[in-house]
């Protein structure tokens, strides 16, 4: 029960590693802009793709691997698409009012 746990959290922690990683790779192009709101969905994204894969059934060696990429794969595309519509929406100009102004 206990090494369940523990390996549950250190695959929920490389995941959220290899998101973390995915999001630093989408956003140092767009030089920082909605970084902090791309975050969570990253996150989430990595969490999520590399839960589905034991979930229908690949829980072997090859599952791991399987859900790494599969984090990997899940967390850019959800940051790419939270980045999307933060450009569609605008939702950077609904922030301008908090930022500081007298850079």
């Given at each position: 029960m206990l090494v369940d746990v523990i390996f549950l959290i250190l695959f929920a922690a490389a995941w959220l590693l290899l998101s973390m990683l995915?999001?630093?790779?989408?956003?140092?192009?767009?030089?920082?802009?909605?970084?902090l709101w791309s975050a969570?969905?990253?996150?989430?994204?990595g969490v999520g793709g590399g839960a589905l894969v034991p979930i229908?059934?690949?829980d072997n060696?090859?599952?791991i691997g399987v859900s790494m990429i599969s984090a990997l794969v899940c967390s850019t595309a959800l940051?790419?698409?939270s980045l999307q519509v933060w450009d569609t929406f605008e939702i950077g100009a609904r922030f301008a009012r908090w930022a500081r102004r007298d850079r």
């Amino acid at each position: 029960m206990l090494v369940d746990v523990i390996f549950l959290i250190l695959f929920a922690a490389a995941w959220l590693l290899l998101s973390m990683l995915s999001w630093i790779a989408v956003s140092v192009p767009r030089r920082a802009r909605g970084a902090l709101w791309s975050a969570p969905f990253a996150a989430l994204g990595g969490v999520g793709g590399g839960a589905l894969v034991p979930i229908t059934g690949l829980d072997n060696e090859l599952g791991i691997g399987v859900s790494m990429i599969s984090a990997l794969v899940c967390s850019t595309a959800l940051c790419w698409l939270s980045l999307q519509v933060w450009d569609t929406f605008e939702i950077g100009a609904r922030f301008a009012r908090w930022a500081r102004r007298d850079r």
